[in-house]
């Protein structure tokens, strides 16, 4: 629902987006020696999947060179002040900083035109969110046959989608899946988490896994039961 102030105007999410970053983002990041060219990764948090086109059409129109991004789903309301749309946090390099940012391409276009598939920043690489869309669409394993709806495990082939995707990145950015420190893992229905810790324990050789899975109530692709953002440590990232 549009608020009527801005009936005529465009999408609150638009609004709100544009005041966090011009108001509050850019303000915080210079304070801290830092710019919107400095953020590495972006965690976005939403209420309405409805939001996600405006979201990323102020989002690309400020950055030229975007982080590393997720949009994780939450409730609505989800926010301290229920009217709210949407909250945004981020770690950035400081400007005059030895480290810097390096751009890592995937196999697959990110998940959305114009977001970049990772940033590598000394020894840590971030992903942007990983979904089991190829070639520009969900995966067809991901659909459930109705006629047999109880055959397969659609998750396991769309966590072995993201996991390839995942691997090679690190492999561009001269590091390992097996590297990773920081899982998050989001389900649209966490009875499927048992499954998909099968995927992982075939991909990690059975090591721990720095794993929080998480339920939310949609994703970003509809149809999607999954969708992931790592962290991965890139082994001698400061000799260059």
């Keep these: 629902m549009r608020h009527p102030r801005s009936l005529w105007r465009q999408w609150p999410i638009k ?40 979201f990323n059409e102020v989002w690309l129109n400020h950055f030229k060179n975007p982080p590393a991004t997720t949009i994780i789903p939450t409730t609505s309301p989800g926010f301290a002040i229920s009217d709210l749309r949407i909250e945004i946090n981020t770690i950035s390099l400081a400007t005059k900083g030895k480290t810097k940012r390096e751009v890592i391409r995937g196999p697959e276009p990110a ?16 992903l942007s969110a990983l979904m089991a869309v190829e070639g520009g669409r969900l995966i067809e394993a991901a659909s459930v046959d109705h006629r047999q709806p109880f055959y397969g495990l659609p998750v396991k082939d769309e966590l072995r989608s993201i996991l390839r995707q995942a691997d090679a990145i690190c492999r561009a950015a001269g590091t390992s899946i097996h590297n990773a420190v920081r899982i998050q893992q989001f389900h649209t229905d966490l009875a499927d988490l048992p499954a998909a810790l099968e995927v992982w324990d075939e991909t990690m050789d059975h090591a721990p896994l720095p794993l929080s899975p998480i339920e939310v109530a949609w994703l970003p692709v509809a149809g999607a039961r999954v969708m992931v953002d790592l962290w991965v440590h890139v082994r001698g990232g400061g000799k260059g």
């Design 15 to 54: 609004l709100e987006t544009d005041f966090i970053i011009t108001k509050k983002l850019k303000a915080s990041l210079e304070g801290a020696g830092a710019s919107l060219d400095s953020v590495v990764k972006a965690q976005v948090y939403l209420s309405d999947r409805e939001d996600v086109p405006g």
């Design 111 to 126: 998940l959305f035109d114009g977001w970049t598939s990772a940033v590598k920043c000394d020894d840590l690489l971030f």
